[in-house]
């Protein structure tokens, strides 16, 4: 089974710029969850979605940040404008739909962002 | 509201001697409980996790971890560590129940170095 693919693995782009990142969660997984870790700080939730719906985006930190999952297979992070504090590893991760008990993500190895 | 304490931001360890690295964590509602590690340049990995029942818990590659309530803390033990267990561990809660499953509250993560 392939686990859950992120790219680009490290992008640098200049403050103003525009920043696409893609993942591709397991197949059949209906849950997609970002996650985000700024230089120093912990791992912090951004957004969960069930199929292409929103379920959560309540750890977005402001509106220069737009995801989207069409279909409800991949997904991506836009950041546009790109701000130096927009800096760190943004993790995506996958879950099958709610059974008994917890659901178990499965991360992807994280897309590094540099802002200059 | 939930928080996550790691209590130390690094250890250094021997090969074959016992390590603990110590997670508190503080929660109004009920909480399920993981241990995620990280290698380098890979993403994160599930060690284990506590959902109900026995509160000593056996993960992979040889680690445990003992859920107390009344000290609300959730610490990773192992007896004898190897060079290959260096790496960043997170310590990370959810609640248990609506639509919080998979929303994870992470520690700000221990880096656990072993020596030769």
């Known amino acids: 089974e392939a686990g859950v693919t992120q790219f680009p693995s490290h992008s640098v782009i200049e403050k103003g710029q525009t920043v696409t990142l893609r993942c591709d969660p397991i197949s059949g997984h209906d849950n997609l969850y970002w996650y985000r870790r700024v230089m120093g700080k912990e791992i912090k939730f951004l957004l969960h979605f069930v199929k292409e719906s929103k379920q959560d985006e309540s750890g977005m930190p402001n509106n220069r940040f737009l995801a989207e999952r069409t279909g409800g297979t991949y997904s991506t992070l836009k950041v546009q404008p790109a701000e130096l504090e927009d800096s760190g590893v943004y993790f995506c991760?996958?879950?099958?739909?709610?059974?008994?008990?917890?659901?178990?993500?499965?991360f992807g190895a994280g897309s590094r962002l540099t802002v200059l | 509201a939930q928080s996550v304490t790691q209590l130390d931001s690094q250890v250094p360890v021997f090969e074959e001697a016992p390590v603990e690295l110590r997670c508190n964590y503080s929660s109004s509602v009920s909480v399920y409980l993981f241990w995620y590690v990280q290698y380098p340049n890979q993403g994160l990995q599930l060690l284990l996790k506590?959902?109900?029942?026995?509160?000593l818990v056996k993960g992979i590659n040889g680690f445990e971890a003992e859920f107390n309530k009344s000290q609300t803390s959730f610490h990773l033990r192992k007896p004898s560590v190897h060079i290959s267990d260096t790496a960043e561990y997170f310590c990370a809660v959810s609640g248990t129940g609506g639509t919080s499953y998979g929303k994870l509250t992470f520690g700000q993560g221990t880096i656990l170095t072993v020596h030769p």
């Open positions: 506590y959902l109900s029942g026995s509160t």
């Open positions: 991760a996958s879950s099958q739909a709610r059974g008994g008990g917890a659901n178990v993500l499965t």
